[in-house]
């Protein structure tokens, strides 16, 4: 018996050693944008000013990202202490309780984040998720091969000008390419980009009554548009093809123009990693029909997991990596035209940033003319720019997402593509019981 009470003890004292090495380590999911990568290199910086805290990385890309983060929160995994997510997922898990409210001191001036930005991370006026950084999505082209061109880019271009600016700076025998956009497939991959696009061509995700307008001859406009476009002018591959890879294909000189998410624009101006880094230029999205929800919004942003046994140092990882001291200890490390943008008032207000940052006009002015509220030429019920505020949407959008992705790639037409989105649309919904 004593030999069983000393076992049992020693056990305990194991279990105890264990549970205490873990105590104080926060593991954080986040995805692999530069300005993450750049974040968990300053990991010294953190754990050095807060002694008993050490930092555990889960890096991924955007759709393995996604799909984890919300397996985890939804199965109460506990897998992550911390999770980046975004202006979709903030204020539907925060209104269900799946995050913990966040409330920092008033040094951390919650005022100064900006209001789209800070609206769209909560819900009923709680923040739910603190905006590490924040993006709109414009054009950013080669002025270089414009100019040779003999064309302009106006600051509004329409999708024909756009067109004929892809056709001009194509130089395919030199692998160069007039424009690159997004084929990968996801609700917030190739989805963003096409809902933004669609939006402008006058589409819409549902109408009134949430019936799905997938089959809409607005959609089939711009969806054909964007396949003939990018089957003349676009690279290779293009059906495979994300932030990150287009990202390394602007840098190495092989694509004329791009339009994405407004953060890219500190990337493809560093010299240090890009060759064309002086040669860019920037423009505000296309339009077609209307510029309602032609630019979208988004934020890539921190959020804890209600339940984890890690909260209040979860909350204090936060605060620090969104907070104007990060920022500034950024720019004291890499520049002021490296640091994350689009989250602050005080970032855009600050002379040593406008003049590092030729993009830093260009990026707010897209940023501030975004609505999610008032996105679409035809009422919507939902928010949203690049995608509808509804749990069901990300299944919807990655289906959807899968069947674009095979009309760029040519295996299926547009036509039929646009038909199996609208079967799986009207599915969801109806299961869901909107109608």
């Known amino acids: 018996m004593n030999l069983l009470k000393t076992s049992i003890f020693g056990l305990a004292i194991g279990l105890a050693s264990a549970t205490a090495s873990l105590a104080g380590e926060l593991t954080i999911a986040t995805v692999n944008n530069g300005h993450m990568i750049e974040m968990q290199k300053l990991t010294p910086e953190f754990e050095a000013a807060n002694p008993g805290i050490t930092l555990n990385w889960v890096t991924l890309d955007e759709g393995t990202l996604r799909s984890r983060v919300t397996t985890d929160i939804t199965t109460k995994g506990g897998q992550f202490d911390v999770m980046t997510i975004g202006m979709y997922e903030a204020p539907i898990w925060g209104s269900r309780g799946w995050l913990e409210a966040l409330d920092f001191g008033d040094a951390y001036d919650v005022e100064d984040i900006l209001p789209a930005m800070r609206g769209g991370l909560s819900h009923d006026g709680t923040l739910y998720a603190a905006p590490f950084y924040g993006e709109s999505s414009m054009i950013m082209y080669r002025k270089d091969l414009l100019d040779a061109a003999g064309m302009e880019m106006p600051d509004n271009p329409s999708w024909g000008h756009v067109a004929d600016a892809a056709a001009a700076m194509t130089d395919k025998d030199n692998g160069v390419y007039g424009i690159c956009l997004r084929g990968k497939p996801g609700w917030g991959d190739n989805m963003a980009f096409l809902t933004t696009m669609a939006n402008s061509f006058g ?19 711009a969806v054909n548009f964007y396949v003939d476009v990018m089957t003349k002018y676009g690279p290779p591959g293009s059906s495979a093809n994300s932030f990150n890879e287009i ?44 510029n309602r929800g032609a630019n979208w919004l988004w934020a890539w942003a921190l959020a804890v997991p209600a339940g984890t046994k890690q909260s209040a140092d979860a909350k204090k990882f936060i605060e620090w990596a969104t907070s104007k001291e990060y920022i500034e200890l950024v720019a004291s490390k890499n520049g002021w035209g490296s640091v994350p943008t689009g989250t602050r008032a005080s970032t855009y207000a600050n002379s040593n940033f406008t003049e590092a940052a030729v993009f830093a006009e260009a990026e707010l002015k897209a940023i501030m003319s975004a609505n999610p509220s008032n996105s679409t030429q035809d009422p919507t019920p939902y928010t949203g720019v690049q995608f509808a505020s509804i749990p069901e949407f990300q299944a919807i959008g990655t289906a959807v997402g899968q069947q674009m992705s095979a009309a760029l790639a040519g295996s299926i037409s547009v036509e039929d593509a646009l038909a199996a989105s609208q079967e799986v649309a009207d599915r969801e919904m109806k299961k869901a019981g909107y109608y």
């Open 203 to 221: 589409a819409r995700w549902f109408d009134e009554n949430w019936k799905p307008q997938l089959d809409s001859p607005a959609w089939n406009h």
């Open 247 to 290: 990202l390394a294909l602007i840098n190495e000189g092989k694509c004329g123009m791009w339009i994405d998410a407004t953060i890219a624009a500190s990337f493809v101006t560093d010299p240090d990693q890009s060759k064309v880094a002086d040669k860019i230029a920037f423009a505000q999205a296309p339009v077609s029909v209307t």
